[in-house]
């Protein structure tokens, strides 16, 4: 029989539980919390202190071998496939080093006002690539003459390229940009600004098994234990544990060279552990200094300028993380909008005169030497500038040069192991500020980083030595466009973090993307600590346009 109304009961009424205490923190009971700081509280010096001048030199010059080991990877990697020989890899690595000494000087004074090393760009390998591809077929009375007419190509695309970064920078284009980031696309731009790295750690340690693992273990025990276990060396081998271990590897791969522990290796092997087959002591001048059209009076293409704007841009969007992770490193403040555009216009008028003295490549703020700053704890301006002495210097006397740049590669890249490391972590530690308990932060945070490893990933396994990548359509500027672009984890993570923070629910979700804290370090005055970290010196605001502060 079906229920009727006259039977149908109501449920009683649920009563309130009684109100009473909050239930305890748990996790507060098991120990203490921290809260957000935006500053580092165990750096020793920071942007505006300074070591002693004994210690600021000896760091200085330790700055100078963490960037010459990207310098010798982009020289040996090019030179010879442009019919170069020893001697135009040497002066190669002169005018690298010239362009990166003069570079950096522009930034720490008018640029960024960072701590940060402007080297050589893997971002135009690429292009570069497609340019010698084009000389591949041609007729030439010597190699020689083929690498001329390359690099002479390779000029022409820097001159007009570097008018991209000019015009994103000084109109405040790429300012603009920034302003639609928070902490949430700031985690994976800074944090794949080193582990998209990670091809030039491990897998060239594993090149020479032999000096390199024992190069990452030394450098690891030496700066990490050992100075715990010998308190009255502690702050030595804190600062300068780098050029300790580097001795001491060097010298024992010197001896594994001479005893002939390679002689029956192969020749891969062979190049990669002995410390006499770069033939740059023997090739390299006594003194030679880098000049305007060095090489020859550029020449145009309009099929390789396309390819070089490519790798303008990613160089700004590489830089510009590696810019958030040296503020972070050296005590300054998140650099403000309008500090970001200059610095970006300014790398365009570097690459301007790198392209007028016949570098081979452009130049990129250096993650290796960001990362120095952390395992130092010294994120000093001034001893960055006074690297640029040492690389000036050495780009001059090439023979002194070429001894500290025939060190194995192998050694290089176990350093690069710890500093891309420390360099990751900084991006990590970005997440404090935003919420990092909101399910829609995770996807935006999870998506930006799997695609800004996975993307650039396929397109270098896709990429054959030549430098063809995987986007092969008829108009070969567009592809080297594409290829380069998306070979880049940066850029990829600025692409998609700053596609999706910006349009999944941006404004409901504006305190747990912390803008609330960000913002203020965005606007000129926002932050009175802004105008401390990043004015010019020497009272030149007052007379520069405002454009270009």
């Not at 008018?110 to 041609?138: C, H, K, Q, W």
């Not at 192969?266 to 190049?271: A, G, R």
């Not at 990129?364 to 960055?384: K, Q, Y």
């Not at 960000?518 to 004015?535: A, C, S």
């Amino acid at each position: 029989m079906g229920e009727t109304d006259h039977n149908h009961q109501a449920p009683p009424p649920v009563q309130a539980p009684p109100v009473g205490p909050p239930p305890p923190n748990f996790g507060l009971s098991r120990g203490p919390t921290w809260a957000p700081a935006e500053q580092l509280l165990h750096l020793h010096y920071c942007i505006h202190s300074n070591p002693s001048w004994p210690q600021a030199i000896l760091l200085a010059f330790q700055h100078y071998i963490v960037m010459l080991g990207t310098t010798v990877m982009i020289a040996n990697t090019l030179v010879p496939s442009m019919g170069g020989s020893h001697g135009d890899k040497a002066r190669v690595i002169q005018t690298l080093l010239f362009m990166s000494g003069l570079n950096t000087l522009l930034q720490t004074w008018f640029g960024s006002r960072l701590p940060t090393v402007m080297g050589a760009s893997f971002a135009f390998i690429l292009p570069v690539f497609s340019t010698i591809n084009d000389y591949t077929d041609e007729t030439f009375s010597s190699e020689h003459e083929r690498f001329i007419y390359t690099i002479r190509t390779v000029q022409g695309s820097l001159i007009v390229s570097s008018f991209i970064n000019i015009f994103l920078g000084y109109s405040k284009v790429w300012g603009n940009l920034t302003r639609l980031f928070s902490p949430i696309i700031i985690v994976p731009v800074v944090c794949l600004s080193g582990l998209g790295l990670f091809a030039r750690g491990f897998p060239m340690v594993a090149n020479c098994i032999q000096i390199g693992l024992p190069m990452l273990i030394l450098l690891v025990i030496t700066q990490q234990y050992l100075k715990r276990l010998v308190p009255i060396a502690h702050h030595v081998l804190e600062k300068f544990a780098l050029l300790i271990c580097i001795a001491v590897v060097w010298a024992f791969a010197a001896i594994l060279t001479v005893a002939g522990a390679y002689n029956t290796a192969k020749v891969p092997t062979q190049m990669s552990c002995r410390t006499d087959r770069s033939y740059l002591m023997s090739t390299a001048p006594w003194i030679k200094v880098p000049y305007p059209f060095q090489w020859g009076t550029p020449i145009f293409k309009a099929s390789h300028v396309f390819g070089m704007m490519g790798a303008a841009l990613v160089s700004s969007a590489e830089s510009t993380g590696t810019f958030f992770a040296a503020a972070r490193l050296s005590g300054a403040t998140p650099p403000p909008a309008h500090v970001l555009s200059r610095s970006i216009g300014l790398q365009g008028i570097s690459m301007l005169v790198e392209g007028i003295f016949g570098s081979l490549v452009g130049t990129t703020a250096s993650v290796e030497n960001v990362g120095l700053l952390g395992l130092t704890h010294i994120g000093s301006r001034r001893v960055v500038q006074i690297s640029c002495a040492f690389m000036i210097f050495f780009s001059i006397f090439g023979k002194f040069g070429a001894f500290f740049a025939s060190i194995p590669i192998p050694i290089f890249a176990a350093i690069y192991c710890v500093l891309f490391g420390i360099v990751a972590a900084v991006g990590i530690s970005m997440i404090q500020f935003a919420n990092n308990n909101s399910m829609r932060n995770m996807y935006v945070l999870g998506l930006a980083l799997f695609l800004g490893i996975s993307i650039p990933q396929y397109f270098v396994m896709n990429t054959a030595p030549d430098g063809h990548g995987p986007v092969r359509t008829n108009a070969g500027w567009f592809n080297d466009i594409l290829n380069t672009i998306f070979s880049s984890p940066t850029t990829v993570a600025i692409i998609v973090g700053t596609v999706l923070d910006n349009t999944l629910e941006a404004r409901d979700n504006a305190t747990d993307r912390g803008l609330p804290w960000w913002v203020p370090f965005q606007v000129r005055k926002g932050d009175v600590r802004n105008g401390d970290f990043y004015r010019f010196p020497l009272r030149l605001t007052e007379y520069i346009p405002t454009r270009f502060l």
